[in-house]
């Protein structure tokens, strides 16, 4: 069984074929998949496909940084609402992007102080948009840090001092994608001197498709070609790979299955 941490399935580029696009992934053995929520307008499409797939899709609400602006406060409100209203599996996508824009630098890291608030007093996992941001989202990751704060820094493009960091970090996780199938990337000098107890696989679809797919949409069904090149660098099984990062999934996720 394999565990996609990180999949926007609501996305407007599954609207044709979402259905389809979800029995794909479990017939490919990705069994259960987490739903990072973007901003406000995309709560109920996202809820809606977990109320279809219950046993295999997990909404997590936050707002993500590039969505952060002027009126964050406002939507941090709804999301607020939305953490008093039910149950959820994670808090996030949040984080810190330098990448696109830096205008509202100040109060992307004022949202994800509110985030990390939330983490904590929810037991809820963090799920860490980092892009050009690492230092940043890592020093208020430290600043949170208790036994009520885990997460994972998602999309993990770092290198291994970094990657250090985070397992100073005690509960957390880096995700792994499609980009460490890409030719240039440097994630498998990473991965080579990563623990596996520390990696959780993921997708982000619809980006960042694994090779032979970069380029097409990605969706969670691509995930075992993920796996077997975490495999091939660690020189393991696919299974290996597969029972690991999914037990760090189940344990990262642990609050999603607390309840009958």
């Known amino acids: 069984m394999f565990i996609d ?14 259905i389809e696009m979800v029995e794909r992934a479990i017939e490919a053995g990705v069994e259960k998949m ?15 496909l977990e109320k279809t797939f219950p046993e295999n899709c997990f909404s ?6 590039c969505h952060v602006f002027h009126d964050y406060k406002e939507n941090l409100s709804i999301i607020q609402k939305e953490l008093e209203t039910r149950k959820y599996a994670g808090i996030g996508e949040t984080g810190l992007d330098y990448y696109w824009d830096t205008t509202y630098k100040n109060e992307q890291q004022a949202s994800l102080h509110q985030h990390a608030e939330w983490a904590k007093q929810y037991h809820l996992p963090i799920i860490l948009h980092t ?40 509960g957390f996780y880096i995700g792994i994608g499609g980009v460490v199938t890409f030719k240039k990337s440097h994630l498998p000098d990473v991965i080579e001197n990563t623990p596996l107890e520390m990696i ?3 997708t982000d679809s619809p980006y960042l498709a694994p090779s032979p797919n970069r380029g097409k949409r990605n969706e969670s069904s691509y995930l075992p070609l993920v796996a077997q090149k975490i495999a091939e660098i660690k020189g393991i099984s696919i299974d290996q ?7 760090n999934a189940l344990n990262l996720y642990s609050s999603a299955f607390s309840e009958a």
């Open 60 to 65: 997590m609400i936050g707002l993500h940084p």
């Open 241 to 247: 790979v597969a029972e690991i990062t999914t037990k």
């Open 200 to 202: 959780v696989l993921e």
């Open 5 to 18: 941490t990180h999949t926007h399935l609501f996305a407007e580029k599954f609207d044709e074929d979402r």
């Open 34 to 48: 987490f739903l990072p929520n973007v901003d406000v307008s995309t709560i109920s499409k996202m809820n809606e």
């Open 131 to 170: 892009r050009e941001s690492f230092d940043d989202s890592y020093a208020i990751m430290k600043e949170h840090n208790n036994e009520n704060l885990t997460g994972v820094f998602h999309c993990f493009s770092g290198s291994v001092e970094e990657m250090e960091k985070v397992a100073g970090l005690e």
